[in-house]
């Protein structure tokens, strides 16, 4: 009964490869997020979805691509992983954009 | 744009010291502020928050009071434990930036027995 969940917990890619992380609530809310921590615990946001619709796109590069196929769910997909993709990637949701934010657990992504 | 500062940790205390977390933040009209705590291995958790000036978040005996004069939301605890090791984490939220968190760095503490 996770709220929100994330999967894979760990994933380790070699570089040039392209990788997905999944991430549901449970919970009916509208707004969901993807932040990356850094190896410092730096946490910056990346995407943000409303009701299926994306409202931040902060500046990342296009090799990040958030899928939202319903409002339940938030998926990220990165392709041709470098070396600097390494990090721990969040999702989060609030029932709507400005509400509490809901974090799932992180997905550790190693890229070697 | 805006932003927060938090201080630089680690931060080491021992267990049942007085525990004090600086933050600062800039920011345009009224942003909402945040405690946000993340232990080990884990994702990050409420900890406590205050949406308006003067307002104290408090919880688990953790307390922050949002001083806009100063533009500061101190995170203070009276009696640290052992159990509140873990990375502490101060964000504002504004409805300039889409209503997304803005983190400071974050604050590693460790408390000793």
């Known amino acids: 009964d996770t709220a929100v969940s994330q999967t894979p917990k760990y994933l380790v890619t070699q570089m040039g490869n392209d990788k997905s992380i999944k991430c549901e609530q449970n919970?009916?809310?509208?707004?969901m997020y993807w932040y990356k921590q850094d190896s410092k615990k730096f946490l910056k946001i990346m995407f943000s979805?409303?009701?299926?619709?994306?409202?931040i796109n902060e500046t990342v590069p296009n090799r990040f691509s958030p899928k939202s196929p319903d409002k339940a769910h938030l998926n990220l997909h990165i392709n041709s992983l470098e070396l600097g993709d390494s990090a721990v990637y969040f999702c989060?949701?609030?029932?709507?954009?400005?509400?509490?934010?809901?974090f799932g657990q992180g997905t550790r992504l190693t890229v070697v | 744009g805006d932003s927060v500062t938090q201080m630089e940790g680690p931060v080491t205390l021992s267990e049942e010291a007085f525990l004090t977390i600086n933050c600062t933040y800039t920011?345009?009209?009224?942003?909402?502020l945040f405690w946000y705590v993340q232990y080990p291995g884990e994702g990050l958790q409420l900890l406590l928050k205050?949406?308006?000036?003067?307002d104290k978040g408090s919880n688990k005996g953790f307390e922050a009071t949002y001083r806009k004069e100063t533009t500061s939301f101190h995170l203070e605890k009276g009696s640290v434990q052992v159990s509140d090791s873990a990375v502490y984490f101060c964000?504002?939220?504004?409805?300039?930036?889409?209503?997304?968190?803005?983190f400071g760095k974050g604050t590693s503490l460790l408390v000793t027995p």
């Open positions: 919970l009916g809310h509208d707004t």
């Open positions: 989060a949701s609030s029932k709507k954009a400005g509400a509490e934010a809901f």
């Open positions: 205050a949406t308006k000036a003067d």
């Open positions: 979805y409303n009701n299926k619709e994306l409202i």
């Open positions: 920011a345009t009209g009224y942003p909402s």
């Open positions: 964000a504002l939220r504004n409805s300039n930036s889409g209503y997304a968190l803005n």
